[in-house]
């Protein structure tokens, strides 16, 4: 065994060595988030064979959580993550490949960012265990140019695609949409970071288009659903939206939960306006037998009509304010309360430090009853986020970090 050591020692440095030569190679200088794409892209002319085409990225973040007469230390959705892209053959064709991992180092009782849920693996599946460390993404695929991107592993929806118009909170997010099943990450249901997903999706102008398949989403669930998006961006900024996503419920998954159908689904609509100094988006979801709720020891299905808003502008170089709701009207039958919604403003701004460190603060005002009839707290946040690697690798729930010194002077905030 002693004999194996100094090997296990030199692989060990090996490898942390890679780690971070790459790390240094790939971060964007601080302060400079619109010039780091183009850095990378000379950057790569000059890293060793074995690391082209390779991104390391990640975001560590914490925060102090305000609510029910508690103090509580978060963590919000961090992560680390890697792509590897590489030219297939001499075709014009590029696979690449993506892999991302959560990790929660500072566990919490509220779980207020629904981005930060893990995964489920059945339709209408309720997850409670939180590992400290799960996968969020994990997939590969070929960029075929003007004919298309082709992926598969576990992704991001084509659902998501419009739905994420809104997911743009630092914090509070998500839960009006249909995007997220309750305590999931949407993997089963195929609307989040979908399971075992095949997606299709090319751009033709100003249209974008979208087609989703879950292939044999586990042993019960068989086939998983199917989805599509189509969106289309008009010259001055605007982009409008649609998703859908729907899939069979088996029996055996039905008969076990109140109010489930045999098929459930989920359709989005949405518009999103992006300016350099500003951003607002609006969605509006009509969900069938597609969330749900535990009572006690019962789990119930239900019907419902979303709408999320969210708005924020730059104030000068480095200040952000933002604001919103997020409104679930649901269908509640028995032992659903009544009164069961979510209802809920959100306020707050973020301050940054360079492009990628800033800190933030969110308020929620909040009107919601839980499925028990419980009234839901107001709740405030304050947090910070250090980000490192390449800004477009990273499928935020929040706003993106546009710093906007990236053109220069104190009068202009271009991305």
């Not at 991992?101 to 995964?119: E, H, M, P």
């Not at 309360?337 to 209802?343: G, H, Q, S, T, Y």
Request: some cysteine; glycine content about 14%; hydrophobic content about 40%.
């Amino acid at each position: 065994m002693s004999g194996q050591t100094p090997s296990v020692l030199s692989a060990l440095r090996a490898s942390l060595a890679v780690l971070f030569t790459a790390t240094a190679l790939m971060a964007p200088a601080p302060g400079l988030a619109q010039e780091a794409a183009g850095d990378s892209a000379s950057a790569d002319e000059d890293v060793p064979l074995f690391l082209e085409g390779f991104r390391l990225y990640g975001s560590v973040r914490g925060q102090a959580a305000f609510y029910s007469r508690t103090t509580e230390l978060q963590g919000n959705a961090s992560r680390v993550g890697f792509r590897l892209t590489r030219d297939f053959f001499d075709l014009g064709i590029q696979i690449f490949g993506q892999v991302e991992l959560g990790f929660r180092i500072i566990d919490d009782i509220a779980n207020f960012n629904v981005s930060g849920n893990q995964g489920g693996f059945g339709r209408l599946e309720l997850v409670d265990r939180r590992d400290p460390v799960f996968p969020r993404l994990g997939f590969v695929g070929f960029d075929f140019g003007k004919f298309g991107l082709l992926t598969a592993g576990k992704q991001w929806s084509t659902y998501y695609d419009v739905s994420g118009y809104t997911d743009q909170f630092w914090v509070f997010g998500g839960r009006a949409s249909g995007t997220y099943l309750h305590g999931t990450d949407g993997g089963g249901v195929g609307t989040g970071r979908a399971n075992k997903a095949i997606t299709y999706r090319n751009r033709f102008g100003g249209l974008g288009i979208g087609a989703q398949a879950q292939l044999e989403a586990n042993r019960i669930t068989g086939l998983g659903s199917i989805g599509g998006s189509v969106q289309y961006s008009f010259p001055f900024g605007l982009t409008v939206g649609a998703a859908v996503n729907a899939g069979d419920v088996p029996e055996v998954i039905s008969e076990s939960i109140l109010g489930a159908k045999r098929e459930e689904w989920a359709v989005v609509f949405g518009a999103e306006v992006e300016q350099p100094r500003w951003y607002a988006a609006l969605t509006y979801a009509i969900q069938s037998s597609h969330d749900v709720r535990n009572v006690d020891t019962l789990t119930v299905a239900f019907d419902a009509k979303g709408v999320e808003l969210i708005g924020y502008c730059d104030l000068g170089r480095r200040t952000r304010i933002s604001g919103g709701f997020n409104y679930l009207d649901p269908e509640p039958i028995p032992p659903l309360d009544p009164d069961f919604r979510v209802l809920y403003g959100v306020v707050g701004g973020a301050f940054y430090f360079n492009a990628q460190t800033l800190i933030y603060a969110e308020w929620r005002i909040d009107a919601s009853v839980a499925g028990n009839g419980i009234e839901e707290p107001n709740a405030l946040v304050i947090g910070v986020r250090l980000d490192f690697g390449l800004p477009e690798l990273q499928r935020n729930d929040a706003p993106p970090l546009r710093f906007p010194e990236s053109q220069g002077n104190d009068e202009e905030a271009g991305e």
